[in-house]
């Protein structure tokens, strides 16, 4: 018999699987297909809480990075959008990170000797910080429902932009989005 507590947990994993399994068939049937648009946040929604740890083992806090606009992207290494939209990160990341930007990768409960692993084989090189959530505490407190979700934190430290699916990240226009905010 379950407690109230564990069931509910039960409840929540059984529905944040059906929707990963939604999203990651659909891409693999199709194929991946990448968009070029973010949803806009309306409101002073401010990003919640982020620190975890790296693979390289270093440390990791959002608050430390206020000043600068974040992409923060949560992914698994099995998930079809999710491989498929890490090339255009880690442009957008090449080619905005000296006028502001920071992209973090949030990995879904995978160890570091697998996402390194995976990273060594992927075939293009990223350089930007890959995170570990373990428990997925951080994919809960972001009300994360689907991978891949990406959201937008602008240098306040509130959530301005969202997307959950693939997203050709270097895209003129969500380039042209980042810009915005990175002039704010």
Same mark, same amino acid.
């Given at each position: 018999?379950?407690?109230?507590?564990?069931? +509910?947990?039960?409840?929540?994993?059984?529905?944040?699987?059906?929707?990963?399994? *939604?999203?990651?068939?659909?891409?693999?049937?199709?194929?991946?297909?990448?968009?070029?648009?973010?949803?806009?946040?309306?409101?002073?929604?401010?990003?919640?809480?982020?620190?975890?740890?790296?693979?390289?083992?270093?440390?990791?806090?959002?608050?430390?990075?206020?000043?600068?606009?974040?992409?923060?992207?949560?992914?698994?290494?099995?998930?079809?959008?999710?491989?498929?939209?890490?090339?255009?990160?880690?442009?957008?990341?090449?080619?905005?990170?000296?006028?502001?930007?920071?992209?973090? +990768?949030?990995?879904?409960?995978?160890?570091?000797?697998?996402?390194?692993?995976?990273?060594?084989?992927?075939?293009?090189?990223?350089?930007?910080?890959?995170?570990?959530?373990?428990?997925?505490?951080?994919?809960?407190?972001?009300?994360?429902?689907?991978?891949?979700?990406?959201?937008?934190?602008?240098?306040?430290?509130?959530?301005?932009? *969202?997307?959950?699916? +693939?997203?050709?990240?270097?895209?003129?226009?969500?380039? +042209?989005?980042?810009?915005?905010?990175?002039?704010?």
């Amino acid at each position: 018999m379950l407690r109230g507590g564990e069931r +509910g947990l039960r409840a929540w994993r059984y529905r944040f699987c059906a929707a990963l399994l *939604t999203l990651c068939a659909g891409a693999a049937a199709a194929g991946p297909s990448l968009r070029d648009s973010l949803s806009p946040v309306t409101g002073q929604i401010a990003a919640p809480a982020l620190s975890l740890a790296r693979i390289d083992g270093k440390s990791y806090a959002l608050a430390q990075r206020r000043g600068r606009v974040v992409m923060v992207n949560f992914w698994a290494t099995w998930c079809p959008p999710c491989r498929a939209e890490m090339p255009a990160m880690e442009r957008l990341w090449q080619r905005l990170h000296g006028r502001g930007l920071d992209v973090v +990768g949030v990995n879904q409960g995978e160890s570091a000797q697998a996402i390194s692993a995976f990273l060594k084989d992927f075939g293009t090189p990223i350089s930007f910080p890959i995170l570990l959530d373990s428990d997925s505490k951080a994919l809960d407190d972001w009300s994360v429902r689907g991978l891949p979700a990406t959201f937008i934190v602008d240098k306040r430290g509130r959530v301005r932009y *969202t997307a959950l699916g +693939g997203r050709e990240m270097d895209s003129t226009h969500i380039v +042209g989005l980042i810009n915005g905010l990175l002039a704010e």
